[in-house]
């Protein structure tokens, strides 16, 4: 299976995310989206795979997203879409693609529904939250 994740390194739902993958055995393509940066065709073709608007997609905490005034109602789609393009951070992630579809995974437990296989058990986030029990049953 061909599996792309767009992360972020800092973020440790993003971190989870990958771990999740690999655990599953799988080789994603990882794209660090803050240092590649996002088009805005790019950013149309996954939020309509996925299902998202623009809002949805935005990341408003931890991100200059109030500064820019990107959270007041009325806020275009196009505007939203300009600023990801120039402030990268403002795209809420992981986003995950796979043949099962893309998804934003957050929290990280909802990229267990784009494998094909789920990871051996038991496996848990970096906080301690378990997500696969030593049977290899899905806890979350």
Request: glycine share 8%; with cysteine.
């Amino acid at each position: 299976m061909s599996i792309v994740i767009y992360h972020n390194p800092g973020c440790g739902t993003s971190r989870n995310v990958l771990a999740i993958i690999e655990a599953a055995g799988e080789k994603p393509t990882v794209i660090e989206y803050l240092a590649t940066g996002w088009t805005k065709p790019q950013l149309l073709g996954l939020f309509a795979a996925a299902g998202l608007t623009p809002r949805q997609a935005l990341r408003e905490t931890k991100s200059p997203a109030a500064e820019l005034g990107l959270l007041a109602e009325g806020v275009s789609d196009e505007t939203l879409l300009d600023a990801m393009v120039e402030h990268p951070i403002l795209v809420n992630r992981p986003i995950v693609c796979t043949p099962k579809g893309v998804r934003l995974c957050r929290p990280s437990e909802r990229v267990l529904d784009l494998l094909d296989t789920l990871p051996p058990g038991p496996l848990a986030k970096e906080d301690g939250t378990p997500l696969i029990d030593a049977e290899g049953r899905r806890v979350a």
